[in-house]
């Protein structure tokens, strides 16, 4: 409601040569707010509730009732064949997807700090909204995302496979391709089976040679449906059916000596689908072959992932740490542009929430309304983190499938542990520094892969991957990494991250259950690639300003097109851990149209 | 008797030429005109014309831009419109304005935009892809063109309309003045929440007249025969229209689930107050051809009296200007209502009316017609909606006593 429109009225009422000056157009409602929340748990969460009620309505249906609801809906058909407790009534009548993130939920819940559950009731009381609604709100990332990766898992493997990658001379051309030591030895230049790295595939190859790559899939490879480029561009490419399920592409690739090259392979089968609509061949996901040519120097891990712009690819989240030799004066930044799910309605309920506790330090973090955490956030006490998922399958609904495989009528994909959020918040509340931060999120059994950083006011600074560590392999599902390692950094003061493992690469052991297959993240996860590509962006970006990066270049680095993605960019944030003073951009998309504004976090 | 009363169902119920005609005491009159009524554009803030409704951007969860459902709707009212007036002086007249749309056509001219590359497709979405997939999801694709509001009466007007007698004052100036009082009836209906391709048939959602109006009308004939009758007629009306607030049923997503689930956030009831309207208008009427007058049944068997009454062709010419007060939405939720008021903004219209009128009075029919066209898109409005209407009609004069 618009309190001038009864002004206009009056005014027209009474005056036939009225302006039309004191009439304007409606003023649109923020997008963002900025939401101060104080006293006990459940007074912070009501204050949330009653302070956002319509938005967090708007939220829950824009974004779960009206969009995700429906999306995961159509899972149920397939589902419920493998998982027949799911054919059950309870989940038929269009209620199958919020009874798939209701069960989810009370599983989680009894993982959530008693205090975040308290809160929680206190939004729900707030805002009119159900406590099991307010649980799925603040629960449905970690739940989704497990479901979600087991779904895409399961797809990939109906779709083509890339098996096998040669390169003619890298037999006979007289350089180490493949970082063995060895030179032109038996087999150089073949790799099969073929498996991602995070790294070049081949290094030095002849500034023109043949790519021979084979695809299979057991219904056949559509040679119409293979997509080869040399980066952004088609690259022509010879099909030759070796056999019924086997493809071979073939091109000649020519590149500028001591040059980098990206090779990107995309291919469909010859099997048409009708479920889920629309039709579709099931297609692999886009594979990426990196490759130095001769000159360049470099070994396979050395190479850095050249920008693809063909309009198909969007970046993942990504996130920096930085201090010391890295920033102006050896500042402790963090930052984060996060994007996973706007669906044309996240944005419009985006909130920087600041607490001000009745025990304990206050604390600020960047979120939506009715969600009781966020991606980013720091505490007074300088403490502050940036989380982007990391898509695995060694998550806690894969967990919970192997528990129950003895008896599938009743298994159901039900996620356990701690989702992120609420990890996150327990380190808000309690770290005084990142090492202490580590070791509270080493303290969680997470429900999802997750990638974050972690730094304070005096420049301490972790990265720290998460996974459900299904199969119980000794680490716990943790992985903690610094500055020293060099596995994402460029020298003592910066970590940089996208939406990959990069100390936990082997995420999960390869075995095949039921003839679906289980592999690490970096054969199957979408944003892998996608990920290779931003991080290594951003270690160059880095690179090039180190020992002078502000929270102004640091701003201007993440909101950079080539880590942005331009549908689903959720947030945009600096932490200044020394001053306390949050930096964000969002309430738009990208979130990083808009401007970055200050929050300071209150002083202990 | 010179010319009759109109009250035209899509101008702002002032303004029509001769605003300040009343009947004679015991006169009844008749009109019967059908109105068709086209609209498929709007104008904004900045007064672009753009199509009726804005693009619609759809994402897969987590997949991005799916594609943008463009749509360039074009609505068709064809109204049957019942006018009955009687004197009950010579200065004051009494009206009833019945207005039944025929039916309502709307053809939705839905179009495409490919939005994000889709990895599990292998494309992006085409049209027919997004809507295989949201069919997938309980959201029906919505027809092309649907046909609505069969028989159904808008909403219903009551009005006086009382003219100043001709002091000597008014006849020195060569003024006549009238005021028009007029009142809305509510018997037209609201749109179903819950479908696409609706339309409303009360005066609200028509646009064309307020639940009340209140106009002070002036003519100034010109160059006036030996009979009383002019050549040409110079007419002025100020018009105040107020709409009342009225309450609307939120969509649940029963039909629509993707595109129409609002109640859960906007709450099960929301009400508009659209917003009054402040109207000027002025016309000149053209008589070029006052015909034979013959002593007939009409006049009495009188030839003098006969070339009193209204010319056999007379040319009105109109221009309206229509300030429009912004629309006020209440709901629980104030993202909602703003993205509602930004279209409904303060803003104006301009409607340009040319119309021909027949009269036989003078040769002993008590019988006139019209046909006229109304344009609203000639001159650029703001937050408006610019229809456009042919009309044509037929208008009896009858004296019972």
Same mark, same amino acid.
């Given at each position: 409601?618009?309190?001038?429109?009864?002004?206009?009225?009056?005014?027209?009422?009474?005056?036939?040569?009225?302006?039309?000056?004191?009439?304007?157009?409606?003023?649109?409602?923020?997008?963002?707010?900025?939401?101060?929340?104080?006293?006990?748990?459940?007074?912070?969460?009501?204050? #949330?509730?009653?302070?956002?009620?319509?938005?967090? $309505?708007?939220?829950?249906?824009?974004?779960?009732?009206?969009?995700?609801?429906?999306?995961?809906?159509?899972?149920?058909?397939?589902?419920?064949?493998?998982?027949?407790?799911?054919?059950?009534?309870?989940? $038929?009548?269009?209620?199958?997807?919020?009874?798939?993130?209701?069960?989810?939920?009370?599983?989680?819940?009894?993982?959530?700090?008693?205090?975040?559950?308290?809160?929680?009731?206190?939004?729900?009381?707030?805002?009119?909204?159900?406590?099991?609604?307010?649980?799925?709100?603040?629960?449905?990332?970690?739940?989704?995302?497990?479901?979600?990766?087991?779904?895409?898992?399961?797809?990939?493997?109906?779709?083509?496979?890339?098996?096998?990658?040669?390169?003619?001379?890298?037999?006979?051309?007289?350089?180490?391709?493949?970082?063995?030591?060895?030179?032109?030895?038996?087999?150089?230049?073949?790799?099969?089976?073929?498996?991602?790295?995070?790294?070049?595939?081949?290094?030095?190859?002849?500034?023109?040679?043949?790519?021979?790559?084979?695809?299979?899939?057991?219904?056949?490879?559509?040679?119409?449906?293979?997509?080869?480029?040399?980066?952004?561009?088609?690259?022509?490419?010879? &099909?030759?059916?070796?056999?019924?399920?086997?493809?071979?592409?073939?091109?000649?690739?020519?590149?500028?000596?001591?040059?980098?090259?990206?090779?990107?392979?995309?291919?469909?089968? &010859?099997?048409?689908?009708?479920?889920?609509?629309?039709?579709?061949?099931?297609?692999?996901?886009?594979?990426?072959?990196?490759?130095?040519?001769?000159?360049?120097?470099?070994?396979?891990?050395?190479?850095?992932?050249?920008?693809?712009?063909?309009?198909?690819?969007?970046?993942?989240?990504?996130?920096?740490?930085?201090?010391?030799?890295?920033?102006?004066?050896?500042?402790?930044?963090?930052?984060?542009?996060?994007?996973?799910?706007?669906?044309?309605?996240?944005?419009?309920?985006?909130?920087?929430?600041?607490?001000?506790?009745?025990?304990?330090?206050?604390?600020?973090?960047?979120?939506?309304?009715?969600?009781?955490?966020?991606?980013?956030?720091?505490?007074?006490?300088?403490?502050?983190?940036?989380?982007?998922?990391?898509?695995?399958?060694?998550?806690?609904?894969?967990?919970?499938?192997?528990?129950?495989?003895?008896?599938?009528?009743?298994?159901?994909?039900?996620?356990?542990?701690?989702?992120?959020?609420?990890?996150?918040?327990?380190?808000?509340?309690?770290?005084?520094?990142?090492?202490?931060?580590?070791?509270?999120?080493?303290?969680?059994? #997470?429900?999802?892969?997750?990638?974050?950083?972690?730094?304070?006011?005096?420049?301490?600074?972790?990265?720290?991957?998460?996974?459900?560590?299904?199969? $119980?392999?000794?680490?716990?599902?943790?992985?903690?990494?610094?500055?020293?390692?060099?596995?994402?950094?460029?020298?003592?003061?910066?970590?940089?991250?996208?939406?990959?493992?990069?100390?936990?690469?082997?995420?999960?052991?390869?075995?095949?259950?039921?003839?679906?297959?289980?592999?690490?993240?970096?054969?199957?996860?979408?944003?892998?690639?996608?990920?290779?590509?931003?991080?290594?962006?951003?270690?160059?970006?880095?690179?090039?300003?180190?020992?002078?990066?502000?929270?102004?270049?640091?701003?201007?680095?993440?909101?950079?097109?080539?880590?942005?993605?331009?549908?689903?960019?959720?947030?945009?944030?600096?932490?200044?851990?020394?001053?306390? &003073?949050?930096?964000?951009? #969002?309430?738009?998309?990208?979130?990083? &149209?808009?401007?970055?504004?200050?929050?300071?976090?209150?002083?202990? | 008797?010179?010319?009759?009363?109109?009250?035209?169902?899509?101008?702002?119920?002032?303004?029509?030429?001769?605003?300040?005609?009343?009947?004679?005491?015991?006169?009844?009159?008749?009109?019967?005109?059908?109105?068709?009524?086209?609209?498929?554009?709007?104008?904004?803030?900045?007064?672009?014309?753009?199509?009726?409704?804005?693009?619609?951007?759809?994402?897969?969860?987590?997949?991005?831009?799916?594609?943008?459902?463009?749509?360039?709707?074009?609505?068709?009212?064809?109204?049957?419109?019942?006018?009955?007036?009687?004197?009950?002086?010579?200065?004051?007249?009494?009206?009833?304005?019945?207005?039944?749309?025929?039916?309502?056509?709307?053809?939705?001219?839905?179009?495409?935009?490919?939005?994000?590359?889709?990895?599990?497709?292998?494309?992006?979405?085409?049209?027919?892809?997004?809507?295989?997939?949201?069919?997938?999801?309980?959201?029906?694709?919505?027809?092309?063109?649907?046909?609505?509001?069969?028989?159904?009466?808008?909403?219903?007007?009551?009005?006086?309309?009382?003219?100043?007698?001709?002091?000597?004052?008014?006849?020195?100036?060569?003024?006549?003045?009238?005021?028009?009082?007029?009142?809305?009836?509510?018997?037209?209906?609201?749109?179903?929440?819950?479908?696409?391709?609706?339309?409303?048939?009360?005066?609200?959602?028509?646009?064309?007249?307020?639940?009340?109006?209140?106009?002070?009308?002036?003519?100034?004939?010109?160059?006036?025969?030996?009979?009383?009758?002019?050549?040409?007629?110079?007419?002025?009306?100020?018009?105040?229209?107020?709409?009342?607030?009225?309450?609307?049923?939120?969509?649940?997503?029963?039909?629509?689930?993707?595109?129409?689930?609002?109640?859960?956030?906007?709450?099960?009831?929301?009400?508009?107050?659209?917003?009054?309207?402040?109207?000027?208008?002025?016309?000149?009427?053209?008589?070029?051809?006052?015909?034979?007058?013959?002593?007939?049944?009409?006049?009495?068997?009188?030839?003098?009296?006969?070339?009193?009454?209204?010319?056999?062709?007379?040319?009105?010419?109109?221009?309206?200007?229509?300030?429009?007060?912004?629309?006020?939405?209440?709901?629980?939720?104030?993202?909602?209502?703003?993205?509602?008021?930004?279209?409904?903004?303060?803003?104006?219209?301009?409607?340009?009316?040319?119309?021909?009128?027949?009269?036989?009075?003078?040769?002993?029919?008590?019988?006139?017609?019209?046909?006229?066209?109304?344009?609203?898109?000639?001159?650029?409005?703001?937050?408006?909606?610019?229809?456009?209407?042919?009309?044509?009609?037929?208008?009896?004069?009858?004296?019972?006593?």
């Amino acid at each position: 409601m618009r309190p001038s429109t009864l002004v206009c009225s009056a005014t027209l009422a009474t005056a036939v040569t009225l302006t039309l000056t004191s009439c304007g157009p409606p003023v649109a409602p923020p997008t963002r707010e900025l939401v101060t929340l104080n006293g006990d748990a459940y007074s912070r969460g009501l204050q #949330h509730g009653q302070q956002l009620s319509a938005k967090i $309505k708007g939220f829950y249906t824009t974004l779960l009732t009206a969009s995700l609801f429906p999306y995961l809906g159509r899972e149920q058909p397939d589902i419920a064949t493998l998982l027949t407790e799911y054919g059950n009534d309870r989940y $038929k009548n269009g209620r199958f997807a919020y009874e798939l993130l209701l069960d989810s939920a009370k599983s989680l819940e009894r993982s959530i700090p008693l205090s975040a559950r308290e809160e929680m009731r206190g939004i729900a009381d707030g805002s009119g909204l159900t406590y099991d609604e307010v649980l799925i709100l603040n629960t449905f990332v970690d739940s989704t995302l497990a479901v979600r990766g087991i779904a895409l898992a399961i797809r990939l493997s109906r779709a083509p496979v890339l098996e096998r990658v040669e390169v003619v001379e890298a037999g006979s051309d007289g350089a180490d391709n493949d970082g063995d030591g060895m030179t032109d030895e038996a087999g150089e230049g073949v790799l099969d089976p073929y498996n991602p790295t995070r790294g070049a595939t081949f290094v030095e190859l002849p500034a023109s040679f043949t790519l021979k790559l084979r695809v299979r899939d057991s219904d056949g490879v559509d040679p119409a449906l293979v997509r080869l480029q040399l980066g952004a561009e088609p690259l022509e490419a010879t &099909k030759t059916e070796l056999a019924a399920d086997l493809l071979e592409v073939s091109a000649n690739v020519t590149a500028p000596a001591a040059s980098t090259l990206l090779v990107m392979l995309g291919a469909g089968d &010859k099997k048409v689908l009708p479920n889920p609509p629309p039709d579709h061949a099931s297609f692999m996901r886009d594979t990426e072959l990196l490759f130095t040519t001769r000159g360049a120097g470099l070994t396979a891990d050395q190479v850095s992932w050249p920008v693809l712009s063909d309009g198909r690819t969007r970046p993942p989240s990504i996130a920096l740490s930085l201090q010391g030799p890295a920033t102006a004066g050896g500042a402790p930044l963090i930052a984060q542009h996060f994007a996973l799910l706007d669906a044309n309605t996240s944005y419009k309920h985006t909130a920087v929430f600041v607490h001000e506790p009745d025990k304990g330090r206050p604390f600020a973090y960047v979120g939506w309304a009715g969600v009781a955490w966020g991606f980013a956030g720091m505490n007074a006490s300088g403490v502050g983190y940036a989380c982007n998922s990391s898509d695995t399958l060694d998550n806690s609904v894969v967990g919970a499938v192997f528990d129950q495989v003895a008896d599938l009528s009743k298994a159901k994909l039900v996620a356990k542990g701690t989702p992120i959020g609420f990890a996150m918040r327990r380190v808000l509340e309690t770290a005084t520094d990142a090492a202490q931060a580590a070791t509270i999120t080493r303290g969680f059994e #997470h429900a999802y892969g997750w990638s974050c950083l972690l730094g304070d006011a005096a420049g301490g600074q972790r990265a720290v991957e998460v996974d459900s560590d299904v199969f $119980k392999e000794g680490s716990m599902g943790f992985y903690e990494y610094g500055t020293a390692e060099r596995l994402s950094s460029n020298g003592d003061g910066d970590l940089v991250i996208a939406s990959d493992y990069t100390k936990n690469v082997n995420d999960i052991v390869r075995l095949t259950v039921a003839g679906q297959k289980i592999v690490p993240q970096r054969e199957w996860a979408g944003t892998f690639f996608r990920s290779r590509r931003a991080a290594s962006h951003l270690l160059r970006d880095v690179k090039a300003a180190y020992g002078q990066l502000d929270r102004a270049s640091v701003q201007a680095i993440i909101s950079n097109p080539e880590v942005v993605d331009m549908s689903d960019s959720m947030n945009a944030v600096v932490l200044d851990l020394k001053n306390r &003073k949050l930096w964000s951009a #969002h309430g738009q998309v990208p979130a990083t &149209k808009g401007p970055f504004i200050e929050t300071e976090v209150p002083a202990p | 008797m010179k010319r009759l009363l109109l009250v035209s169902l899509l101008v702002a119920s002032g303004a029509q030429a001769a605003e300040t005609v009343v009947l004679p005491q015991s006169t009844f009159l008749l009109d019967f005109s059908y109105l068709q009524s086209s609209l498929d554009a709007r104008y904004d803030q900045d007064r672009q014309k753009l199509p009726l409704i804005d693009p619609i951007l759809r994402y897969e969860p987590g997949g991005g831009l799916q594609g943008t459902i463009g749509a360039r709707p074009e609505a068709v009212f064809r109204m049957l419109v019942l006018q009955l007036g009687y004197g009950i002086t010579d200065n004051l007249t009494a009206l009833v304005f019945v207005p039944i749309v025929l039916n309502t056509s709307i053809t939705a001219n839905l179009s495409w935009q490919p939005g994000d590359y889709q990895p599990s497709l292998g494309r992006p979405y085409s049209q027919d892809d997004f809507w295989a997939w949201a069919r997938s999801m309980g959201q029906p694709r919505p027809p092309d063109y649907a046909e609505t509001n069969k028989g159904v009466l808008a909403d219903m007007v009551v009005g006086m309309r009382y003219k100043l007698k001709p002091y000597a004052w008014l006849q020195r100036l060569g003024l006549q003045v009238a005021g028009t009082l007029a009142f809305a009836l509510p018997t037209g209906k609201s749109p179903d929440p819950e479908e696409l391709l609706v339309a409303g048939t009360t005066s609200w959602e028509l646009h064309s007249y307020g639940d009340i109006e209140a106009h002070l009308s002036v003519d100034r004939p010109l160059f006036v025969d030996e009979y009383g009758v002019p050549r040409i007629n110079l007419g002025a009306d100020v018009g105040y229209s107020f709409f009342r607030p009225r309450e609307y049923t939120a969509a649940r997503g029963t039909v629509n689930p993707l595109l129409l689930t609002q109640a859960p956030y906007v709450g099960e009831k929301y009400w508009i107050d659209p917003g009054d309207w402040f109207t000027t208008a002025f016309s000149i009427d053209l008589n070029p051809f006052f015909g034979p007058a013959e002593a007939t049944i009409v006049s009495g068997k009188n030839v003098e009296r006969a070339k009193t009454l209204p010319p056999m062709v007379s040319i009105t010419l109109t221009y309206n200007y229509i300030l429009t007060a912004g629309s006020n939405w209440w709901s629980q939720s104030p993202l909602w209502e703003y993205d509602r008021e930004k279209m409904w903004g303060q803003g104006d219209k301009h409607a340009f009316k040319a119309q021909l009128n027949l009269s036989f009075l003078r040769v002993g029919l008590p019988l006139q017609m019209y046909i006229g066209y109304r344009a609203q898109d000639l001159f650029h409005g703001k937050n408006t909606r610019a229809a456009n209407t042919f009309s044509f009609g037929l208008r009896m004069v009858a004296k019972f006593w």
